[in-house]
């Protein structure tokens, strides 16, 4: 089994923060090696279309979606597999299901999402 699994969504208040995780695990990511892979998450709300938040490569450059500098942080940890999306101050328009990806010549993979609600 190839997984993405993605934890620590939830339902915050707006303002406040909260910090994804999303552990990778599969013959894939040994064989080719974890480092090797482009890490990105996702978000889809309703009615909207998925879009790109944050990406990570294996030298470390990230890059954002322009409505989350400055707020959100991606890092990754190679020796865990594992990637990190750190959500700071929130915002309601945040609501989305949030979705980790992993790509390797143009190979993706991609996990079953987490629910993050930004609501009082």
């Known amino acids: 089994q190839v997984q993405l699994v993605e934890s620590g969504g939830g339902l915050v208040q707006p303002g406040g923060s909260l910090r994804l995780s999303c552990a990778a695990s599969g013959s894939i990511f040994s064989i080719y090696g974890f480092n090797n892979y482009a890490m990105g998450w996702y978000r889809q709300a309703p009615g909207k279309q998925r879009e790109l938040v944050a990406r990570i490569i294996s030298t470390g450059s990230t890059n954002y979606a322009d409505s989350v500098k400055g707020r959100f942080t991606i890092s990754r940890d190679n020796a865990k597999k594992t990637v990190y999306l750190q959500m700071n101050s929130l915002k309601p328009e945040d609501t989305a299901v949030y979705y980790c990806?992993?790509?390797?010549?143009?190979?993706?993979?991609w996990g079953q999402g987490t629910l993050v609600t930004v609501s009082s």
């Open positions: 990806n992993a790509d390797r010549l143009n190979r993706e993979v």
